[in-house]
């Protein structure tokens, strides 16, 4: 089966630098994904990584190391408009599927 | 960007009735959409993968005669409550990844709140 852990709440300051863990198992790896939902809205995407090291987009980024099955996204710059749920989810590839796997969801709060 | 669509958005219906949601990808063809269901505050849940001209495939513990999933066309893809019960309610969201294109990112559509009496 698959597995995702990631912090269920974080808070930060507006203006400040944070960063959502996720830790994965699962057999069929291919990559790792991170999604932004805000409430009573669909998600959307944000970045996708399939091999090591950091992949930048604006305010965004996120970091993939496949040899610790950890990964991480940072947003800089925090604005209130952050403020929603990340998922990070995993491309899972076997022999009979290929799907997407999302984790539970970390809630960030900012404070003003 | 590419585009989903989910009809409806939001359903009540009594308990025993059966419910279609649609989901539509707009200007893109989607070889394989896929179907979530999502608790308040909780993480989605694949439910299954739908692919075009093919049976969808169950993740397990969904029941497959109670949601009925039909992928007819590249842009089309249906899933059917059966016989909805107050349990069933939920918010169902679609996804949809493009032909050719990254199955990595996944265009979702906007979502559709089930609610049964």
């Known amino acids: 089966g698959q597995s995702l852990e990631q912090p269920s709440e974080v808070t930060a300051v507006e203006g400040a630098i944070v960063q959502i863990n996720c830790t994965y198992q699962?057999?069929?790896?291919?990559?790792l994904s991170w999604y932004q939902q805000h409430d009573g809205g669909a998600p959307t995407f944000l970045s996708y990584n399939a091999l090591d090291g950091l992949e930048e987009t604006g305010r965004f980024s996120s970091f993939l190391s496949r040899s610790d099955s950890y990964g991480y996204l940072l947003l800089q710059e925090l604005q209130m408009k952050d403020s929603a749920s990340y998922f990070c989810?995993?491309?899972?590839?076997?022999?009979?599927?290929?799907?997407?796997?999302f984790g539970k969801g970390t809630r960030l709060h900012i404070l003003p | 960007g590419a585009v989903v669509s989910q009809h409806p958005s939001r359903v009540i219906c009594k308990s025993g009735t059966s419910v279609k949601i649609e989901c539509r990808s707009l200007d893109f063809q989607a070889t394989t959409m896929f179907w979530y269901r999502q608790f308040p505050k909780q993480s989605l849940m694949l439910m299954a993968t739908?692919?075009?001209?093919?049976?969808?495939?169950?993740e397990q513990g969904v029941e497959k005669d109670k949601f009925l999933i039909n992928h007819a066309s590249l842009t089309l893809s249906t899933l059917t409550v059966t016989s909805a019960h107050p349990e069933d309610s939920s918010f169902y969201i679609c996804?949809?990844?493009?032909?050719?294109?990254?199955?990595?990112?996944?265009?979702f559509g906007p979502g559709t709140r089930l609610t049964v009496l």
């Open positions: 996804s949809a990844s493009g032909l050719g294109g990254s199955y990595n990112e996944q265009f």
């Open positions: 699962t057999s069929g790896f291919y990559g």
């Open positions: 989810a995993v491309r899972d590839v076997t022999n009979r599927d290929d799907k997407i796997i």
């Open positions: 739908s692919n075009e001209g093919s049976k969808a495939t169950y």
